[in-house]
């Protein structure tokens, strides 16, 4: 038996793949009897941040990574088919029903036995811990331990929602970007020069929560970037950010927007909505005030209110190796955010290739590296050959990859499709030389038609 420490994203893909491989797993989850500043389930797979799991377009590498999961047979992926809810061209989820069939997809393997139990130890033998970027303070201490080092940490921002039925649908409009998707995916909340300008006034003169003496030096990550920060930037920075307003065009005046809020459904029944880019520290009551002050949301009440919280993650490219493993401890993997990779997929992308590594370990299997023209293996190089002191946690792009070894067109679109095309191929072969099959998590998770 091996042992995977985090229930999350990668935890829970590390797990489905080497039970679908013919190992004994023991996933050992804190939650729900301890839990963390973000989560608010003992639920596995639970999304703490946005439901979106970005675009769906095969030539973005987002896009490219989703269906190089696919082809190794990824629970995740399964689960988030299963849940998604209109989102124009990006593939977003109801929460609940996503971690609602990894949770049953889990449960129910007779390979796998879930602990509910805070690990207090780094696991002894072949195990993976994916504790993802909230890991317990104490775990936290003996990876630092371990490492020699103390772990790099950023300031992660979640998003508010707020409740449907208290939105004004007489001033926002359905839409998507372009006419991307369902065409109308989004609700937009439109706003004039005079009352953008105002909300940038009062984003600039809100209350923040205080950051502790030992967090004040820890930055922001870059992608994620709180609302009153980008506010502070300039006063155009938001229009050009979150609230750009092209390709959108207001029905009630047949005019484009000087700047848009957009929100997105959060759930199936379509109860909750997102404020999509609008992570912020604000306390409760500026967050009240303000966000108030967007048309439409007069008298929104809030579900949940946006908040910060603490990331941590290790100097990979100093201490992974490409199978993932510690170099001073190589019988643990690690995976997931803890690695160094940002975003959802991306962690579980990990999780699904410690999963796949440890298998064939205990396969007696030899594996050959992966090459760096697919996104996994773009994922890869950007863990273990990134300088050390520039590495910080990076989403999976086409600037990670390296070119395939096939001619491509200057065309930048059909470039990337043929480079999508080849990456996928490749995946397939290398899984193919693995000793056990490509899982089906259809037969656990019924993906949509």
């Known amino acids: 038996m091996v042992r995977v420490v985090g229930g999350g994203l990668a935890g829970s893909e590390a797990a489905w793949q080497l039970a679908s491989a013919g190992v004994e797993v023991e996933l050992v989850e804190m939650r729900p009897g301890t839990t963390t500043p973000a989560h608010r389930s003992g639920d ?90 909230l890991t317990s303070p104490v775990l936290h201490q003996a990876i630092e331990t371990l490492l020699g080092e103390g772990s790099l940490s950023f300031f992660d921002a979640i998003a508010p929602l707020v409740a449907a039925d208290s939105l004004d649908l007489s001033v926002l409009f359905a839409a998507s970007r372009y006419g991307k998707g369902g065409s109308a995916d989004y609700l937009n909340a439109p706003l004039d020069h005079d009352q953008y300008v105002a909300f940038v006034v009062a984003l600039r003169e809100a209350e923040t929560v205080p950051l502790r003496e030992l967090e004040r030096d820890i930055p922001h990550f870059e992608g994620c970037l709180p609302i009153e920060v980008l506010a502070e ?9 979150p609230m750009k307003s092209v390709g959108l065009e207001n029905p009630h005046t047949g005019r484009r927007p000087y700047a848009v809020v957009q929100l997105r459904q959060d759930d199936l029944a379509a109860e909750h909505y997102n404020l999509v880019g609008f992570q912020t520290r604000m306390t409760i009551g500026a967050q009240k005030r303000v966000l108030r002050l967007i048309p439409g949301l007069a008298t929104a009440r ?50 699904l290739l410690a999963g796949l590594y440890l298998a064939a370990e205990r396969h007696g299997a030899a594996v050959s590296p992966l090459v760096h023209w697919t996104a996994h293996g773009g994922l890869v190089r950007h863990l273990t050959e990134r300088p050390p002191h520039r590495f910080q946690p990076a989403n999976v792009a086409w600037g990670l990859m390296t070119e395939p070894p096939i001619p491509l067109p200057r065309d930048k679109g059909h470039r990337r499709k043929l480079a999508g095309a080849a990456a996928l191929a490749e995946i397939a072969r290398w899984r193919a030389t693995f000793p056990f099959p490509v899982p089906n998590p259809r037969a656990a998770v019924p993906v949509k038609a």
């Open 233 to 241: 930037r300039g006063l155009d920075t938001l229009r050009y950010g």
């Open 302 to 351: 809030f579900t949940r209110f946006g908040m910060v919280h603490r990331n941590s993650f290790v100097c990979a490219p100093r201490h992974l190796d490409a199978q993932l493993r510690i170099r001073a401890h190589p019988s643990l993997r690690l995976a997931g955010q803890l690695t160094g990779v940002e975003g959802y997929l991306e962690s579980a992308a990990c999780g």
């Open 44 to 133: 596995l797979g639970e999304l703490v941040c946005s439901n979106s799991l970005r675009s769906d377009n095969p030539t973005n590498a987002i896009g490219l990574l989703k269906r190089e999961m696919e082809v190794m047979g990824s629970l995740v992926m399964a689960a988030a088919r299963a849940a998604a809810i209109p989102a124009g061209d990006a593939l977003a989820v109801d929460r609940r029903t996503f971690s609602d069939h990894i949770s049953h997809a889990l449960d129910g393997h007779p390979l796998v036995r879930i602990v509910r139990e805070e690990a207090t130890a780094l696991p002894e033998g072949p195990a993976i811990l994916a504790t993802g970027p």
